[in-house]
T-cell receptor, first 120, second 119 residues
Framework: DTEVTQTPKHLVMGMTNKKSLKCEQH?????MYWYKQKAKKPPELMFV???????INESVPSRFSPECPNSSLLNLHLHALQPEDSALYLC???????????????????FGQGTRLTVV | AQTVTQSQPEMSVQEAETVTLSCTYD???????LFWYKQPPSRQMILVIR??????QNATENRFSVNFQKAAKSFSLKISDSQLGDTAMYFC????????????????FGKGTKLSVKP
């Protein structure tokens, strides 16, 4: 299984709604990432979890709340979003090559297909 | 802090020809990884090729190869025998080496090069 699965694929929400984006991987990866991508722009890092601990928070507004319940799951809780938060939200995961115990491991990030979020 | 620069916002190439996409980066790290990702209109981010900084040999994957110049901090992507399916946005990306048993730094992207392959 070499997939990162994101749900839902599309989400339309009002500014007063609460919703969650979900991301799942079963590759044994110990880093998971949330990125935000606007049209014709590169992905912008939001959060990184390493070994289920939040290791990077790129000054993201508190209306975005990440959660890593276990090593396979990553959630992004959304509350009181603004129209400018409309974007493609990408989840990714990567392996820690230092845990390979001599076996060559690659550490590239695998990406999900994203959730296209529209805030109305 | 690390930065990744792609100086070509758009490029085009005729089918079956060769094209080179440029990427430069800036870092004080000695151990790191470099990647080229492809993002077609479907928006799925797909790994094209990877390079470990400690390896002097340039990575190749079928029609894709890189020219990695560590001292110059340059990492260009060459696509040979271009195909219509290569049409996509291409991102150069940098990742720091993992801290043993510790945290991972982020995966930083350049602004991208939009490649169009023309029949």
């Amino acid at each position: 299984d070499t997939e990162v699965t994101q749900t839902p694929k599309h989400l339309v929400m009002g500014m007063t709604n609460k919703k969650s984006l979900k991301c799942e991987q079963h590759m044994g990866h110990r880093a998971m990432y949330w990125y935000k991508q606007k049209a014709k722009k590169p992905p912008e890092l939001m959060f990184v979890y390493s070994y289920e601990k939040l290791s990077i928070n790129e000054s993201v507004p508190s209306r975005f709340s990440p959660e890593c319940p276990n090593s396979s799951l990553l959630n992004l809780h959304l509350h009181a979003l603004q129209p400018e938060d409309s974007a493609l939200y990408l989840c990714a995961s990567s392996q820690d090559p230092g845990r390979s115990r001599g076996e060559k491991m690659n550490t590239e990030a695998f990406f999900g297909q994203g959730t296209r979020l529209t805030v109305v | 802090a690390q930065t990744v620069t792609q100086s070509q916002p758009e490029m085009s190439v005729q089918e079956a020809e060769t094209v080179t996409l440029s990427c430069t980066y800036d870092t004080s790290e000695n151990n790191y990884y470099l990647f080229w990702y492809k993002q077609p209109p479907s928006r799925q981010m797909i790994l094209v090729i990877r390079q470990e900084a400690y390896k002097q040999q340039n990575a190749t994957e079928n029609r894709f190869s890189v020219n990695f110049q560590k001292a110059a901090k340059s990492f260009s992507l060459k696509i040979s025998d271009s195909q219509l399916g290569d049409t996509a946005m291409y991102f150069c990306a940098f990742m720091k080496h993992w801290v043993p048993g510790g945290s991972q730094g982020n995966l930083i992207f350049g602004k991208g090069t939009k490649l169009s392959v023309k029949p």
